[in-house]
């Protein structure tokens, strides 16, 4: 087992490297995400052995596909070639020797193998190790156990040091063991995960259990070694054709990388070509789902589940009514009936038919009475009336994300939140409400504008992946040719960058419309500096100095709601949230260190106050269950999604902490006057405590000593509450007057008269000092 080490180095926001317009969004220095990589040295003569390396590590594990750093002594990159034939992160790199692993990659984790192994089962456990490095001790010639230079290794760089690297350069014989033994940062791992060929005599066969089988030299035909080694002796069609057979679940990458391109002769396996079509749709690649799928079923009414996928993918690129007819035609199977009933619902909400929602989410659950997503589209349509509004002229039009039902609390509190600071009146006398995501026409265009302004926000509104369209690239579903036509004062308020870290999405259309929004806004404001500097990455330089700072409303609560009492007095509780969304762009492959690491933190606080559970949607109980299975923990939920939001604020007011992953789960405290520790498994978090001076109240989940953190920092605020909570109340300051100044510049933009005195004053910090940093004219670079 791993055993604990020093803390890792914070990791803090710094100016972000231009954006491409495609692939992944690395923000692994925001989030604490650790990059991890498998390599191998060979050189021309072990080229042959790399490449039946390549392949087993493939197929023994097809979900698994992380970069694969390449090292060699400088040989010209057509002998690298048979190598990115068979892996699509290949990373090549000039090397003096095998020992370059050591040295720094750019990688937190290496798994260093060798062109003289096989793998033969999953790599995958050693993917979560954390601490030292990690290595199978063989017997020596003169007894004992020794580490060999060439065996495998899973080296954590933090644990590198200069004194091991210079034991390295010295170099001799066992050096890595005499390293190793010297730093004392060994972790000895099992003996199958690095298995000697040469303990194979006399025709023994390969142990069940052997995860990494050590060839050496070649091993003699015949024998059980060379056989395990022939059955990845496989030219490149063999392998890619193995490869996509596989059972499970395959890499997403990894399998465009082996079925593409298909044969031009004959057609590929209709479920192949769904299977590529859904890796493309999942990555934003939605054309190519079409192009694919489209010949697929083209004459094949009989294929629903790739009828399905064709409707959602055109769904996304706005091709409505194409969209509708395949999801009809999905209907047709009873295994798929209700899940294409699902998005029909949707669509037909998309573009205002809400009679037409309502009657294909009862034919969904005529289907399958149990369908949650039909359920949950027939509540929000079946009765949906319009409400008593006052007159068009004396309204704002609010665009943004409407939760209901059991959604997001964070998008129930927010929109309300928004509204609150442009007047006490949040209903629809004051407000036209319009959801960011149904299709903007021409007549909700002539809606739209018959208002005396328009907010779009607040919220992460820019993510491509939350009902993707192409009309923008982002969530607000409006062309650019009715964007241009708007007439109304147009304001983005408190609008976040939300991509995650590492995901893929195409930058171009979002590009595209983004440049259109700012220039035809009056005001634009996003809710953290992080975005406002990813998002003038996207824009031309003319356009940047318009993109300001707005924080989210959430933050300021306390100055928007005379019923927020400071006085009031708290339970002795520590609230605590996780979210699940997107889980493998959050967790990596550390979610069970996250879950263990988080369970002694739990037993800790616990200790000085009850801990409980505020879950903002249904799918963030699963921490709950993990927690109770895996460890032996149960804790009290608070429904969140379930609540009032003045509701939700007094929970999150009445408490003395709130540990939160959601964004929402510490702005909401926040602005209560709560003080909160962050669970960074998004930039967003990050960049919030950067904006109010607080880097340490956040601690990533990839932390190796998230525990220890946690409830140290917890124990400090419980010990020391009051000064805790002042401090929030001094860093609200900096983000209300941010909040007031702006929203003076907007009451002139939409004509609005001054805000009527509200009827409490709201207290201002008691024993805080003035924020450091926070009351100083802004000095970033525009």
Request: charged share 25%; net charge negative; hydrophobic share 40%.
């Amino acid at each position: 087992m791993n055993s604990p080490a020093e803390p890792t180095d914070d990791r803090r926001p710094g100016p972000a490297p231009a954006l491409p317009l495609s692939g992944a969004d690395d923000r692994s220095a925001v989030t604490g995400k650790r990059r991890i990589a498998f390599a191998a040295y060979a050189d021309e003569e072990r080229m042959p052995g790399l490449l039946v390396l390549l392949r087993s590590l493939a197929l023994a594990d097809p979900a698994v596909c992380e970069d694969f750093l390449l090292l060699h002594p400088g040989l010209p990159d057509s002998a690298l070639d048979a190598a990115r034939r068979l892996h699509p992160r290949l990373v090549p790199r000039t090397a003096e020797s095998r020992l370059d692993v050591f040295r720094a990659t750019g990688y937190d984790t290496v798994i260093a193998l060798g062109p003289g192994m096989v793998v033969l089962r999953s790599l995958r456990p050693l993917l979560s190790l954390r601490f030292g490095v990690a290595a199978v001790p063989q017997p020596a010639p003169g007894g004992g156990r020794t580490v060999r230079d060439e065996g495998l290794l899973v080296i954590q760089r933090q644990d590198v040091t200069d004194d091991l690297l210079d034991t390295l350069a010295r170099g001799g014989e066992d050096v890595v063991d005499r390293a190793l033994t010297r730093a004392g940062i060994l972790e000895a791992l099992g003996a199958p995960y690095d298995f000697p060929a040469g303990r194979l005599y006399d025709g023994i066969p390969v142990p069940d259990s052997t995860v990494v089988l050590h060839l050496g030299e070649d091993p003699a035909p015949g024998t059980p070694a060379h056989e395990a080694r022939a059955r990845f002796e496989l030219d490149d069609a063999a392998f890619r054709a193995a490869y996509c057979a596989l059972p499970g679940t395959t890499h997403p990458e990894m399998l465009l990388h082996c079925a593409l391109p298909f044969p031009e002769e004959g057609r590929a396996p209709v479920d192949l070509v769904r299977r590529v079509a859904e890796v493309h749709r999942q990555q934003g690649r939605y054309e190519e789902a079409v192009a694919l799928l489209t010949a697929a079923v083209a004459d094949r009414p009989d294929l629903p589940r790739c009828q399905e996928t064709l409707g959602v993918s055109l769904m996304a690129l706005s091709r409505y009514e194409e969209a509708e007819a395949h999801l009809l035609l999905a209907t047709v199977s009873p295994d798929f009936a209700a899940r294409a009933y699902g998005q029909l619902a949707r669509l037909a909400w998309l573009l205002g038919r809400t009679e037409d929602a309502a009657a294909y989410a009862r034919e969904g659950l005529d289907a399958d009475p149990t369908d949650g997503n039909c359920h949950a589209w027939y509540v929000r349509t079946r009765s949906a009336t319009a409400p008593d509004e006052g007159p068009a002229d004396e309204q704002l039009a609010h665009v943004a994300l409407f939760a209901d039902g059991q959604e997001n609390a964070g998008d129930k509190v927010l929109p309300e939140a928004v509204r609150m600071c442009f007047g006490p009146d949040t209903g629809p006398a004051r407000w036209h409400e319009r959801s960011v995501h149904r299709l903007v026409d021409g007549p909700a265009l002539e809606e739209l504008n018959a208002r005396r302004g328009i907010v779009v926000g607040g919220g992460g509104l820019f993510l491509p992946d939350t009902a993707p369209n192409s009309n923008s690239g982002w969530q607000w579903n409006i062309p650019d040719d009715l964007l241009v036509r708007i007439t109304a004062p147009l304001a983005v308020f408190a609008v976040g960058y939300n991509v995650f870290d590492g995901q893929r999405y195409r930058r171009e259309r979002f590009a595209e419309s983004l440049r259109t929004l700012v220039a035809k806004s009056a005001f634009f404001g996003l809710r953290n500096h992080g975005s406002v500097d990813r998002v003038r990455e996207l824009l031309p330089e003319e356009l940047r100095d318009r993109v300001r700072y707005q924080p989210c409303p959430t933050t300021v609560a306390r100055h928007l709601d005379p019923g927020l009492d400071d006085g009031v007095s708290r339970d002795d509780t520590v609230l605590l949230n996780c979210a699940y969304d997107r889980a493998g762009l959050r967790f990596g492959h550390d979610y069970g260190h996250f879950l263990a690491e988080t369970a002694a933190a739990v037993r800790a606080v616990g200790e000085r106050a009850e801990v409980r559970y505020a879950a903002h949607m249904p799918a963030d109980e699963k921490f709950v269950h993990d927690l109770r299975r895996e460890h032996g923990i149960a804790l009290p939920v608070e429904p969140l999604y379930l609540f009032s939001n003045d509701r939700i604020r007094e929970l999150y007011r009445r408490t003395r902490l709130v540990i939160g992953m959601r964004g929402h789960a510490g702005m909401i405290p926040f602005g209560c006057g709560t003080p909160v520790i962050s669970l960074v498994s998004h930039p967003k978090l990050a960049y919030f405590l950067a904006d109010i001076d607080r880097p340490d109240w956040g601690v990533s989940v990839h932390d190796r000593a998230l525990g220890a953190r946690l409830a140290e920092r917890a124990a400090a605020v419980l010990d020391d509450h009051g000064a805790a909570v002042a401090d929030v109340h001094g860093r609200q300051e900096h983000l209300w007057s941010v909040t007031r100044a702006n929203l003076a510049e907007l009451r002139d933009v939409f004509g609005l008269p001054d805000p009527a005195p509200r009827g409490t004053r709201v207290p201002g910090p008691r024993a805080a000092e003035p924020a450091r940093g926070l009351h100083l004219p802004d000095t970033r670079t525009k």
